[in-house]
């Protein structure tokens, strides 16, 4: 499976940005699929997990203000992100949960004034 995430960018606190993540490979459909994020000098975390049924779980840091989605037609992930902090500024990845595949570019995520 290759896994391309974009949508990243440059936004103000408090902004919003929605990141995609296209899969490659027909086990997407069956795996549960994650976001994860790693900010400068901090071991990647992961930020939020969907499963093949679309049950989901946050972590306690972006909870109520970050939302995971999956097309599986699409074999795409999604992370809606609104009320960022700069605390949020990471680079951010897709990948499954646990881990399967290798990680992707990953997409540059920047909440600055």
């Known amino acids: 499976v290759q896994l391309v995430e974009s949508g990243g960018g440059l936004v103000q606190p408090g902004g919003s940005l929605r990141l995609s993540c296209a899969a490659s490979?027909?086990?997407?459909?069956?795996?549960?699929m994650g976001w994860y994020r790693q900010a400068p000098g901090k071991e990647r975390e992961l930020v939020a997990a969907i499963t093949s049924n679309f049950h989901i779980n946050y972590a306690d840091f972006v909870r109520g203000r970050f939302t995971i989605s999956r097309d599986i037609a699409k074999n795409t992930v999604y992370l809606q992100m609104n009320s960022l902090k700069p605390e949020d500024t990471a680079v951010y990845y897709c990948n499954s949960v646990p881990r399967l595949w290798a990680w992707g570019q990953g997409t540059q995520v920047t909440v600055s004034s």
């Open positions: 490979g027909s086990t997407f459909s069956i795996n549960t």
